[in-house]
């Protein structure tokens, strides 16, 4: 996956040009809010249509302006295409080689790319949420029936919660749960096998990535934590025994609580480094090289079950790393193409090949 061409018109502050990167690392540098991380978000936006700073698509129209248009060239699925988004009136277009697309998930299929923001930090700052969030949007972007059966499952559960609320006003409804509780076993255990089976790829990768950028210094695990003691070789079958068995048991606490206290949407990811845990005793250099190496462990795991490599964007990756581990992104990530934003005209010139952009009020200088 390569990215030949892409054109801005009215997006964020840019001022309306073409970009024509490079196969290997294209460096974007310039002083904060210039720009450059508009730049990596209309990237990424042609990977499903969504950003991954907000929610609302107006954002990305230039202020006084009526809409904003990205058009993107590039080299995937062994041919030359052609990616259009235009923003306007609230709502986004897709034209994908000429032809409109009626939801902006038609480029899922088309363009792939891995991004990194400062953002992503919170798989180690925050809690479980996080990075489930993240472990399920890699599945889903993996396949789409992983999104369908995620889909299931969080219906089932909402379901299960509503009903275990009205029970506490309605005890005679206690009799309903087993329905909604063989849906919810069956969706779940098929969730957390795919969770394990991605984590399985994902962890031997992250390691080998973290290896490399931390010169062999330090050891990166990644386990996945489930509610239900269920281990990484057990079974569909298995898991679905035990999902239901801890679901039976915990019954009476759920309805008491109201919720439901167990499943995959209580599981965690745990991330060590030299065996500790990595949000309480890692550094903000050492909690960042953690991230980034999931991030390109994301890209690796893609590039094995999708046969392309996907195109990494790197925002604000540099800061907090020491020269070891930025020369290692900047000069050794030469199986793809890569963009990285800095504010540092030093990181440039570490650069030994590749491509550099400058980025001033909005203009991108070649």
Known sequence: MKVKRIGFKNFRNLEDCELFPCDGVNVIYGDNAQGKTNIIEALWLFCGGHSFRTARDSEVIQWGKDFARLEMNFFG???EQNAVL????GKKTVTVNGVEKSSASALIEKFCAVAFSPEHLNLIKRGPGERRRFIDSAICREKLQNAVILSKYNRMLTQRNALLKDIARK???????????RQLVTHGAILIRKRLDYMQMLSEKAAAFHSGISKGREELKIRYLATEDIQPEDDLDTIRQRFGE????GRSGDIHMGVTMSGPHRDDMEILINGKNAKSYASQGQQRSAVLSLKLAEAAVL?????????ILLDD???ELDNSR???????????QVF???CEESNKEQLREGKVFFVQKGRINF
């Open 86 to 89: 235009t923003f306007l009136n």
């Open 303 to 311: 590039r094995e079950r999708m046969g392309e490599e996907p195109v």
């Open 317 to 319: 990756v540099l800061s």
């Open 246 to 249: 801890k679901c039976a048991r």
């Open 326 to 336: 930025q020369d290692y992104l900047l000069n050794e990530l030469k199986h793809c």
């Open 77 to 79: 699925q062994e041919r």
């Open 171 to 181: 005890p005679y409804l206690e009799d309903t749960l087993d329905i909604w509780d």
């Open 340 to 342: 990285i934003t800095c």
